[in-house]
């Protein structure tokens, strides 16, 4: 049976997070909702990468078996029964036994900081308006690189076999008027980017020195990381891929 890789985008403050959870609303079972409407059968997604209550993402995907080919134009008329802050941006045929989450190869994801009074970023960003030491801030950044094990970064009641992380990218830069944190890995961790943004703010802060923050990230103890900053700062920004998103035809 075809496979499909479907690329999405969502705005996340209405939702309790990515994946179809029970007794609250979610990406996903928009998502499915919009799908069955319009192919008149129910179609089981299976997601990339999931985010929490109120975090974006610019690219997300799934992916779903559909015996019939699907015409790309089509994506227009299903964006239609979406509501507004959910969009599909294309869907492409794969190889065989393609998974959007086991293939991919690597995650990015930016967490936004405004520090002057804006209305129109009071949902997409953080508003810390505090003094920061940005050399501080880029130095523990720095150090992130450094490490692989981040259990310190993750939030409890998680089932995952490994807190093993392969950072690639960690910087912060400056986006128009946003202070801007990147990272990039082959995978993340349930509140991992959230509790390196709000550690590192304490560091830029003065209240943590670097070797304190290097003392977290090698203590195991998600105790001392600062996980407070709120999930609308966050975007995930890309999710890249092996081979397998090219067309099965290929």
Same mark, same amino acid.
């Given at each position: 049976? *075809?496979?499909?890789?479907?690329?999405?985008?969502? +705005?996340?403050? +209405?939702?309790s997070?990515?994946q179809?959870?029970?007794?609250?609303? /979610?990406?996903?079972?928009?998502?499915?909702?919009?799908?069955?409407?319009?192919?008149?059968? +129910?179609?089981?997604?299976?997601?990339?990468?999931?985010?929490?209550?109120?975090?974006?993402?610019?690219?997300?995907?799934?992916?779903?078996?559909?015996?019939?080919?699907?015409?790309? !134009?089509?994506?227009? =008329?299903?964006?239609?029964?979406?509501?507004?802050?959910?969009?599909?941006?294309?869907? /492409?045929?794969?190889?065989?036994?393609?998974?959007?989450?086991?293939?991919?190869?690597?995650?990015?994801?930016?967490?936004?900081?405004? !520090?002057?009074?804006?209305? @129109?970023?009071?949902?997409?960003?953080?508003?810390?308006?505090?003094?920061?030491?940005?050399?501080?801030?880029?130095?523990?950044?720095?150090?992130?690189?450094?490490? #692989?094990? @981040?259990?310190? @970064?993750?939030? &409890?009641?998680?089932?995952?076999k #490994?807190?093993?992380?392969?950072? &690639?990218? /960690?910087?912060w830069?400056?986006? =128009?008027?946003?202070?801007?944190?990147?990272?990039?890995?082959? !995978?993340?961790l349930?509140?991992?980017?959230?509790?390196?943004?709000?550690?590192?703010?304490?560091?830029? !802060?003065?209240?943590? #020195?670097?070797?304190?923050?290097?003392?977290?990230?090698?203590?195991?103890?998600? &105790?001392?990381?600062?996980? /407070?900053? *709120?999930?609308?700062?966050?975007?995930?920004?890309?999710?890249? @891929?092996t081979?397998?998103?090219? *067309?099965?035809?290929?």
């Open positions: 049976m *075809p496979r499909y890789f479907l690329e999405v985008a969502y +705005k996340g403050t +209405k939702y997070g990515f179809i959870q029970d007794n609250a609303n /979610s990406v996903q079972a928009e998502v499915e909702k919009a799908l069955e409407v319009f192919f008149r059968q +129910k179609l089981s997604l299976t997601g990339s990468s999931r985010t929490d209550a109120g975090v974006h993402a610019l690219q997300n995907y799934f992916h779903f078996d559909l015996e019939h080919v699907i015409d790309p !134009r089509k994506l227009y =008329n299903i964006n239609a029964i979406l509501p507004r802050d959910i969009v599909l941006k294309s869907i /492409s045929p794969v190889r065989d036994g393609a998974h959007c989450r086991f293939d991919a190869i690597g995650r990015e994801y930016r967490y936004y900081i405004y !520090r002057k009074k804006d209305p @129109f970023l009071d949902d997409r960003a953080y508003f810390f308006p505090y003094k920061l030491d940005k050399t501080q801030l880029e130095a523990a950044a720095g150090l992130v690189l450094r490490h #692989t094990d @981040f259990t310190s @970064f993750s939030k &409890r009641n998680t089932q995952v #490994t807190f093993v992380c392969n950072i &690639r990218e /960690s910087r830069l400056m986006e =128009n008027d946003c202070l801007v944190y990147q990272v990039e890995a082959n !995978r993340f349930r509140g991992m980017v959230r509790g390196l943004v709000g550690t590192m703010l304490q560091v830029g !802060r003065g209240r943590l #020195t670097l070797s304190q923050f290097e003392e977290i990230l090698c203590s195991r103890d998600n &105790r001392q990381a600062d996980f /407070s900053v *709120p999930g609308h700062g966050l975007f995930l920004f890309r999710v890249s @891929f081979d397998s998103l090219l *067309p099965a035809s290929e």
